[in-house]
């Protein structure tokens, strides 16, 4: 069993309280080191040039051969180069995923002591946080959270879950049912571009029934002073992968690409999906989870929902037989998903160190 601190090491502030106190200036905990602190100079202009790629998945149900391997061999290249891309065409309702925001935005502008009665511990995570990781006099985050467990349904308690806004339990059932979908047919090309069996990925996650995912929402307030602190400071996602409903109207990821940080700009009724740990593991690092990081905005809030489709937690990862040669032997010891995600749970964000740390040194 994954142990962990019983309780957070300090009081525990709302940022959207603060924000909504009127401060000019934001308190000391939450200004970054100068070197972490967005810049004008590293963000890439947003252009065409240097958009993350866009998968079309209504593709891979064409009957023409040649078009689905093409956006087959854009898929590997996405995952190979960039480690994120969107997908259009996913057969998700539009008006589900608008309807998703909408709830969990209305959710957060509820009362606070509301809210308050979902309040987490770092035990679980499940419920309404403002904080990632236990260490005492940690620089923090301008962010709010909701963290729900949705997979193996044996986890699913939807007590935990907000009774309001009424129609939030129905509406988050409803949404967390498609992208889990959503992330098995992900799951398969990955498989079928690294020449493993098409359910390689997904059974070593544990099979239909057995994968873990869970959802955080992510609320980032306005804040008075967007250039000293982030939204989530910068950290690979330490699961299998991660996808993600962004805010259409605010942008605010950031991708680390080479030196540069690159501020994606979502299309509207896309899901962005980025590539966490465990799947550089299971790949031998053929493809590679990337830094991100959340930037804030002085003017509007913003919602985003991340579902974080991962491998059943006792499981073994290593890197798949099939993908380790004499060449390239395997570079990461075996792990559980437990054991892994206790590092994140301790420590909080920290870049791509923990991945780095695991890989053998040759």
Not at 127 to 151: C, N, P, T
Request: neutral net charge; hydrophobic residues 35%.
């Amino acid at each position: 069993m994954m142990s962990c601190a019983q309780a957070w090491p300090e009081p525990v502030v709302r940022v959207q309280a603060l924000a909504e106190s009127g401060l000019s200036s934001i308190p000391s905990c939450y200004i970054k080191p100068r070197s972490q602190r967005p810049t004008k100079t590293i963000c890439s202009p947003q252009n065409h040039q240097i958009d993350i790629p866009v998968i079309d998945l209504e593709h891979f149900s064409s009957k023409d051969h040649i078009l689905r391997e093409k956006e087959l061999k854009r898929v590997s290249e996405a995952c190979r180069e960039w480690g994120f891309f969107q997908v259009v065409n996913h057969g998700i309702s539009h008006e589900l995923m608008k309807s998703a925001k909408e709830v969990w935005r209305e959710f957060f502008n509820l009362p606070l002591d509301v809210k308050e009665e979902h309040a987490n511990s770092p035990t679980t995570y499940e419920g309404y946080g403002s904080r990632l990781g236990v260490k005492k006099g940690a620089i923090l985050d301008w962010s709010d959270y909701f963290f729900l467990h949705y997979m193996p349904p044996s986890l699913r308690n939807q007590t935990k879950w907000p009774a309001l806004p009424s129609s939030l339990r129905k509406v988050i059932s409803e949404y967390g049912e498609e992208v889990v979908k959503l992330g098995g047919r992900i799951l398969e090309l990955m498989s079928i571009n690294l020449g493993l069996e098409e359910n390689f990925l997904l059974n070593k996650f544990g099979g239909e029934d057995d994968i873990g995912a869970c959802l955080r929402v992510n609320f980032y307030p306005k804040c008075p002073q967007p250039d000293l602190t982030l939204g989530i400071s910068p950290h690979s996602d330490p699961g299998g992968m991660t996808i993600l409903l962004p805010d259409d109207f605010v942008a605010g990821l950031q991708v680390r690409k080479g030196n540069e940080w690159i501020t994606i700009k979502p299309i509207p009724n896309a899901f962005i999906i980025n590539i966490g740990d465990q799947i550089q593991v299971l790949s031998n690092a053929i493809y590679k989870s990337v830094e991100h990081r959340v930037i804030v905005n002085s003017i509007k809030d913003r919602v985003s929902l991340a579902m974080f489709y991962n491998p059943k937690s006792d499981l073994l990862i290593e890197p798949a037989k099939e993908l380790v040669t004499k060449e390239r032997p395997a570079l990461y010891p075996p792990m559980t998903y437990d054991e892994y995600r206790l590092y994140i749970r301790m420590k909080g964000p920290c870049g791509k160190v923990q991945v780095e740390s695991l890989a053998t040194k040759s």
